[in-house]
């Protein structure tokens, strides 16, 4: 039996990425032996969560040492020159892969993976993916695989990114020295292969990671947004001023956001500003986020950017119509049946909720359950298979 690793920075926490983690680790320990090593601490393991103990997977839990300071100085005082000169060569980029990713610790790592003796390792995301290329020769002939979880735009863009413009060069030849490097949407892979034709990555949609519930009857009046409250991100902000607008010329409408994170006292403040106590209304993170779709009749996704919009797919398996910033995993994944508006055009976004309080609703409810069906989990494990030559 094939022994597959998954290295997660968590895997016991609430978020899009742990979720799909469990949902693909689950569908790979029925035909592999599969493990999880994760920067958890052992006092956060709760199976139940995304029903992990329904599967037979182990659990590694990792945390780097500490390095001394001549290392430290050393690495950091390397790591600075590339990022202020950005040299393009690949020399430079690998002296900056050893650098931003000390000995000490890049062998600390080394020992965990290779006591596994596994035959594939996948990294749960960029920076992840990016360290196991570093030392993907010490990985004892392992297949090493990158899993990158956000969009192209948000990793590298000048706005909205988490390595930034200036170490895209980098990451690239980083990632080029992996097996395979798995991307979310089709849009991601053109842009890198538009960036680095020598870089071909696969694309492998996100499966639908719950168990739908009932679908929605369309009657309730009331717009639903779900996701994590991180800064500037989903754009929960612009939605409530969006509301605002709308709520101006619409008394009877409401909207539902659930979720959490730092940004929840900017969208308090926000419904305190306008006065929208009584038509807007913050719910915390559940396991039954199955009810809140059912009980909706309009999703929203208002966000910046995304990786790949998971929550388009749950609505959808709901029967529910979608409003959508006008993101490319969005049009990928929705094509024509999306109402889409300009990203972070609070106005457009307001007209657009107008909009969807006159749509066929019957007509549309059907074709989301058509759409979501492509993403059902058979059909997504399948790829994931023949990636692995299981």
């Given at each position: 039996?094939?022994?597959?690793?998954?290295?997660?920075?968590?895997?016991?926490?609430?978020?899009?990425?742990?979720?799909?983690?469990?949902?693909?680790?689950k569908e790979l320990s029925k035909v592999a032996d599969v493990t999880i090593v994760t920067f958890d601490k052992p006092e956060m393991m709760d199976t139940s969560l995304y029903r992990l103990n329904e599967a037979n997977i182990s659990y590694?839990?990792?945390?780097?040492?500490?390095?001394?300071?001549?290392?430290?100085?050393?690495?950091?005082?390397?790591?600075?020159?590339?990022?202020?000169?950005?040299?393009?060569?690949?020399?430079?980029?690998?002296?900056?892969?050893?650098?931003?990713?000390?000995?000490?610790?890049?062998?600390?790592?080394?020992?965990?993976?290779?006591?596994?003796?596994?035959?594939?390792?996948?990294?749960?995301?960029?920076?992840?993916?990016?360290?196991?290329?570093?030392?993907?020769?010490?990985?004892?002939?392992?297949?090493?695989?990158?899993?990158?979880?956000?969009?192209?735009?948000?990793?590298?863009?000048?706005?909205?990114?988490?390595?930034?413009?200036?170490?895209?060069?980098?990451?690239?030849?980083?990632?080029?020295?992996?097996?395979?490097?798995?991307?979310?949407?089709?849009?991601?892979?053109?842009?890198?292969?538009?960036?680095?034709?020598?870089?071909?990555?696969?694309?492998?949609?996100?499966?639908?990671?719950?168990?739908?519930?009932?679908?929605?009857?369309?009657?309730?009046?009331?717009?639903?947004?779900?996701?994590?409250?991180?800064?500037?991100?989903?754009?929960?902000?612009?939605?409530?001023?969006?509301?605002?607008?709308?709520?101006?010329?619409?008394?009877?409408?409401?909207?539902?956001?659930?979720?959490?994170?730092?940004?929840?006292?900017?969208?308090?403040?926000?419904?305190?500003?306008?006065?929208?106590?009584?038509?807007?209304?913050?719910?915390?993170?559940?396991?039954?986020?199955?009810?809140?779709?059912?009980?909706?009749?309009?999703?929203?996704?208002?966000?910046?950017?995304?990786?790949?919009?998971?929550?388009?797919?749950?609505?959808?398996?709901?029967?529910?119509?979608?409003?959508?910033?006008?993101?490319?995993?969005?049009?990928?994944?929705?094509?024509?049946?999306?109402?889409?508006?300009?990203?972070?055009?609070?106005?457009?976004?307001?007209?657009?909720?107008?909009?969807?309080?006159?749509?066929d609703w019957s007509a549309k409810s059907q074709e989301a359950l058509q759409i979501a069906h492509k993403f059902d989990v058979a059909n997504i494990i399948t790829q994931w298979k023949t990636l692995?030559?299981?």
């Amino acid at each position: 039996m094939k022994r597959i690793c998954f290295i997660v920075d968590s895997i016991f926490s609430i978020g899009g990425v742990q979720r799909v983690t469990a949902v693909i680790a689950k569908e790979l320990s029925k035909v592999a032996d599969v493990t999880i090593v994760t920067f958890d601490k052992p006092e956060m393991m709760d199976t139940s969560l995304y029903r992990l103990n329904e599967a037979n997977i182990s659990y590694r839990f990792f945390s780097y040492p500490p390095i001394g300071k001549i290392e430290r100085t050393l690495c950091r005082a390397y790591s600075g020159y590339y990022q202020k000169m950005t040299p393009q060569c690949r020399l430079a980029s690998i002296l900056y892969g050893y650098s931003s990713f000390p000995y000490t610790i890049r062998k600390a790592l080394v020992k965990e993976l290779r006591s596994g003796h596994y035959d594939v390792i996948i990294g749960g995301h960029a920076p992840l993916s990016g360290r196991l290329a570093t030392m993907k020769e010490s990985l004892q002939g392992a297949k090493v695989i990158g899993w990158v979880h956000n969009s192209f735009e948000a990793l590298f863009g000048n706005v909205f990114h988490y390595i930034g413009a200036v170490r895209k060069r980098h990451y690239v030849f980083q990632f080029r020295k992996l097996d395979h490097v798995v991307l979310l949407c089709q849009h991601d892979a053109e842009s890198y292969h538009d960036y680095d034709p020598k870089f071909k990555p696969t694309v492998i949609y996100n499966p639908l990671t719950l168990h739908p519930g009932k679908p929605s009857e369309g009657n309730t009046k009331r717009f639903l947004a779900v996701g994590r409250f991180s800064r500037g991100h989903k754009g929960f902000d612009l939605l409530i001023e969006a509301f605002h607008l709308f709520a101006q010329h619409n008394q009877e409408w409401k909207l539902d956001i659930v979720g959490e994170g730092e940004e929840e006292t900017l969208y308090r403040s926000l419904i305190t500003k306008y006065h929208l106590e009584e038509r807007v209304f913050i719910h915390p993170f559940t396991n039954n986020i199955q009810d809140y779709y059912s009980q909706a009749q309009v999703y929203v996704l208002s966000s910046r950017w995304e990786g790949f919009g998971l929550v388009l797919v749950e609505a959808m398996a709901h029967g529910l119509p979608v409003v959508s910033s006008d993101l490319p995993t969005s049009k990928e994944i929705m094509g024509s049946f999306g109402l889409y508006f300009k990203s972070e055009d609070v106005n457009h976004l307001a007209q657009r909720l107008e909009d969807a309080t006159h749509i066929d609703w019957s007509a549309k409810s059907q074709e989301a359950l058509q759409i979501a069906h492509k993403f059902d989990v058979a059909n997504i494990i399948t790829q994931w298979k023949t990636l692995l030559d299981i």
